[in-house]
Each structure stands twice: as structure tokens, then as C-alpha cells.
């Protein structure tokens, strides 16, 4: 099984997800990275950063052994968030200039009040086997079970068994109430009040094979989850129900857009779709180089995509996609447009800021 960046396959010793410190207490020893504080680096820019997220005017970059680092002058200059977790983290996403949410290793969700300077725990992979297990008694108690809730109840009693080895991989907040989270193994969380509770909802997936869930994204009531061996999952009611797509490709897909009109995936080998029928047909978006794509990222009615061979790519709302002109970059997982053009891009090398390209589209959202 592949994971999207490389610093993720360092660990399926990493993270589960799931509840607050309110309704469940870790049982993690203080050496824990789980509630180690990460530490201070002396060139946090250069660590190995895998996601961006715009918190207003600011660009936040998640990475490595819970570092996290800020720029409050487009990617120029960055500085070390305070963290109370060293665990390595996968994604990051502020709904709001103030609020945002990281996720990782260990099943952590890390949770900022103050536009990303400091962090908290939220949820853990302890807490999550262990609310996944009572959702799973609770759908079993008072009637005989069913093959999927069998099945479930078992999944469930491994998660606790298993300990919290189980990374979440992708996020999505629509707000500063309404999330949801996803990883390995098909393990899958939603938040309705902020990450002060969070409930299971692997069962309302289609994905028998527990395959892993990658990357998540939504608009409106239209939410998609991409993930191992072609998985495409679609949620036409805000993510209450789940209904597998088919599409030409059947390996990973690591990354996911929604633009205006469209959905767009890609993935291994630098396979990448488009629809403008929410998934009920598919054309393929011609790629210069057969790479694996690590990110997508909405530009209007446009991508800008980022592979794993240091590329960035843009293609239109049809035709095939262009590679952009850069220095040689090392291989990428995450990039931003700035309101300027100028593109922030994190991976291997940590981060780099691009001056902006001719005919770029310029991000008018990223300073809301």
C-alpha cells in the first residue's frame, strides 16, 4: 500500500484520530510523541514540510516531527509555531484566519486558536480506537448482527488492539464547526462542534477493503474522498452517506480539487481525471511526464498541481497540463498561490517561494 509522500511511509507507527481530551484521556506515556512538545529547530524553513494552508494573510506549513512554521510575508521569511505534539503531520487547513486544524501520525488532530502560532491535542489514536469500539457496540447492542456491523466490530476491537499506529491523512473544515478526517486504513472522523467531540464514520464508507482513504474535499453538500487503488467516494448530502464512483484509473490517488464546475484526482504515475458531472464521466488530463502528482490546488477554473519529481504543473479547465518554469526543486507535496502570483511550495527541501509565473492565475481567496 503507497502513501502520498514519503514521509508518510516512515510510519504506519504513526496516527489514529478521533476524540477530545474531554471525552477520553490517552493513556501515552509522557515520552510519547504523541504528547511530546516538537522542538525547536534552528531552520525551520528547511525542515521536511509536507502541506500549506492560507490562515488569512498568513501561509502556514505543516511537517516532520510536528514542526510547523509561519509566514507572515508571503513565504520570505518563516518562523516556529509552538506544538504540543512532536508527531509527524500530513495536513493542515484553516476555515477561518484564526482556526485551524492539523492532522498526522498517531491518529493526532492538533487544533489553533490563534491564526497557527500555537497548537493542542485534540484527538489521538488511543482516543479514536476506543470511539470507534463503543460506536461499533452501540450499532451491535439489542439485534442480531449483520455482516457489516460483524465486520465493523471486529475492525473496531483491532484498532484497540493495534494501538495507535494508524496515520490520518487529509482533512477538510467547511467551517469553523463542520469537519472531517480521514486516513489509513479507511479511518474516518466528523466534527460538528470544533473538534470538541468527534464521531466515527468509517461504517458509512464504501470501502470493504479498509483501503487508504488519501485526500478529501468538498463544496457545498458535495463531498469526495480519494484514496488506494481507484477509490473515489461522494457524499451528496454533507457526508452522512457515502457512494463509491468509478473511475478509469485503479491505483492511488493522492491528491483532490474542486474547482468551479469540476472535481479533478491524481495520482501514481501521474495519472490525473477531471469531471463536470460530479464523477459520472471522466477525461483524463495529459501529463508531460509519468510522475506521481502529490498535490492539486484550485485556481478559479483551473490546477496548479505539484509531483514528486519537483515539478509544477497548470493546466486549464480542459487541455492537458503545462510544466511550469523553476529552479530544479526537490520533490514536492503541497503549494499555494499567493494573491500577488508568487507560489510558496513545500517538500524534501522544506520551502521555496517562486516568483510569479506569466499567465499565472492569481489566487484572489487566499487573503479572506
Known amino acids: 500500500m503507497q502513501y502520498k509522500h514519503s514521509i508518510l511511509a516512515l510510519a504506519l507507527a504513526s496516527a489514529c484520530s478521533a476524540a477530545p481530551a474531554a471525552q477520553a484521556a490517552s493513556s501515552a506515556p509522557l515520552t510519547d510523541p504523541i504528547v ?56 493542515v487547513q484553516f476555515p477561518t484566519p484564526t482556526d485551524g486544524w492539523a492532522v498526522g501520525h498517531y491518529g493526532v488532530i492538533l487544533h489553533s486558536r490563534d491564526g497557527g502560532a500555537s497548537w493542542t491535542r485534540q484527538l489521538d489514536g488511543v482516543q479514536a480506537a476506543q470511539l470507534t469500539l463503543r460506536d461499533a457496540q452501540a450499532r451491535a447492542a439489542g439485534s442480531p448482527l449483520s455482516p457489516a456491523a460483524q465486520a465493523y466490530l471486529a475492525e473496531a476491537q483491532r484498532l484497540v488492539a493495534d494501538g495507535p499506529d494508524k496515520p490520518f491523512l487529509s482533512l477538510h473544515f467547511s467551517d469553523a464547526k463542520n469537519g472531517i478526517v480521514v486516513g489509513a486504513y479507511n479511518m474516518a472522523f466528523r466534527t460538528r462542534d470544533g473538534g470538541a467531540s468527534w464521531t466515527p464514520i468509517s ?78 464521466s471522466w477525461s483524463r488530463i495529459p501529463v508531460p511526464m509519468p510522475v506521481s502528482i502529490t498535490a492539486m490546488r484550485e485556481q478559479g477554473d483551473a490546477l496548479l498541481m505539484a509531483n514528486q519529481a519537483g515539478m509544477l504543473l497548470r493546466t486549464g479547465a480542459t487541455g492537458p497540463a503545462a510544466v511550469l518554469k523553476t529552479p530544479p526543486l526537490a520533490p514536492l507535496s503541497d503549494v499555494l498561490v499567493q494573491p500577488d502570483g508568487v507560489i510558496v511550495a513545500v517538500g524534501m527541501s522544506g520551502a521555496v517561494r517562486l516568483p510569479a509565473q506569466p499567465g499565472a492565475i492569481h489566487d484572489s481567496t487566499s487573503a479572506k
Open 203 to 280: 461504517s458509512r464508507l464504501d470501502n470493504p477493503g479498509g483501503h487508504h482513504l488519501y485526500a478529501v474535499g468538498a463544496s457545498g453538500n458535495e463531498v469526495y474522498i480519494a484514496g488506494e487503488q481507484g477509490l473515489l467516494l461522494r457524499s451528496g448530502d454533507g457526508g452522512e452517506r457515502f457512494e463509491r464512483i468509478e473511475l478509469p484509473y485503479k491505483g492511488s490517488f493522492f491528491a483532490l480539487a474542486i474547482t468551479e464546475g469540476q472535481v479533478a484526482v491524481g495520482g501514481l504515475g501521474g495519472n490525473a481525471y477531471r469531471s463536470g458531472d460530479k464523477g459520472a
Open 36 to 91: 511530546r512538545a516538537a522542538l525547536a529547530v534552528r531552520q525551520p524553513a528547511k525542515a521536511y514540510l509536507t502541506a500549506l494552508a492560507q490562515a488569512g494573510k498568513r501561509i502556514v506549513a505543516v511537517g516532520e516531527r510536528g514542526v510547523i512554521i509561519l509566514s507572515d510575508d508571503g513565504g520570505a521569511t518563516w518562523r516556529q509555531a509552538k506544538v504540543a505534539s512532536s508527531v509527524s503531520l500530513a495536513a
